[in-house]
């Protein structure tokens, strides 16, 4: 196993270089007799976040020399996105790629080991909570309890929010018919006036197709843009210039294990997938960042205009935000103690993104 206190750059270095892959492939392959293939399935439902996914897969038998190998699945494929968790406790698949915000659903505290409103906005950042201070503990902790194993976060990009109106301040959302992700998310734009839903990625299209929904938030562009959004919505809303998404500014997934599987794996063989798992992040947020800079252009021919949320929405939100923020971190322990580290994190010197003021008179149940 790798060391707890093993940073992002030394796995990486560990790595460095296809040849490093390469040479210590023989090795792990030799800790068994015979390979072990796990059914994998992500919540990407198309486009570049699928196949980025689905090429990834496709390495990692030939890295361990046949001990391991990926059989990639997309959305819905085998179980419907919020059916991942059991499917991976029960056997019936191996490890999923979800959107961490969806664990939620059984673990409280996983609202605060993925992006939210206002919170931590640069994927560094989430590295540092992760990797530096004690977050991958933590989150280990409490999918254990659950039958499973968090390996480790991976990037893709902020979300963004279509709309078949403008949306040009948070008044804008007053009234509008809004798909989110549920929890956190979903009350702060409640607080603003929106009529919240939760759907999963699948089904956002023809609910906006339909009318069902007017206003819809999910991934980046060029997902967004091959799953159809443009045909269906006529805006795109995001933050001041350099703050893409207020809400979800560093939307994260993971690689999950069930215990079992985890366990069956040699030492050796876990090593390597942490440590894959660290290059798969990289490579996954690289080629999506890649994959919008040519959707914008799309969006553009298509006749699709960006509106923009102004300073002064930031700062009203942020107000919005900071009490919700305490409300969940204060629904149990665990919730308490990683937001707390978060919170610290935003507090000091490096990010200032959090004042004394915004939270005076709000406590935290450690």
Known sequence: ????KTTRRSALGALAGAGAIT???????????????????????GGAGLQIFKDWCATIQEKTGGELAFQPF???DVVGDFQLYDAVKNGVLQAVNPFTIYVQGIIPAGVFLSSYPLGLRNPHEWDVFFYGLGGLEMARELYAAQGMHFVGPVHHGPNIIHSKVPIRSIDDFRGRKMRLPGGMVAEV?????????????????PALEKGTIDV??????????????????KYISMGPPGFMSLYQPVDLMDITVGMDSWNALSPQMQQFVEMETHVYSDMHHAAIQKADQEAWAKFEADGTEVTRLSQDDVELMTEVAVPIWFKYANRDKSSARIFKTQLD????GSLGYVTPEQIEGLSLDL
Do not use: C, R
Request: glycine share 8%.
């Open 1 to 4: 196993m790798l060391d707890k």
């Open 216 to 233: 819809a938030d999910y991934v980046g562009p060029a997902v967004n843009y091959s799953l159809g959004f443009s045909q269906v919505t």
């Open 345 to 348: 994190y935003m507090m000091s």
């Open 189 to 205: 734009f409640t607080e603003i006036g929106a009529e919240t839903t939760v759907l999963p990625g699948s089904e956002i299209f």
């Open 23 to 45: 040479l210590a492939a023989p090795h792990i392959a030799t800790a068994a007799s015979h390979g072990t293939t796990w059914k994998i399935q992500t919540s990407w439902p």
């Open 74 to 76: 997309g959305a819905n």
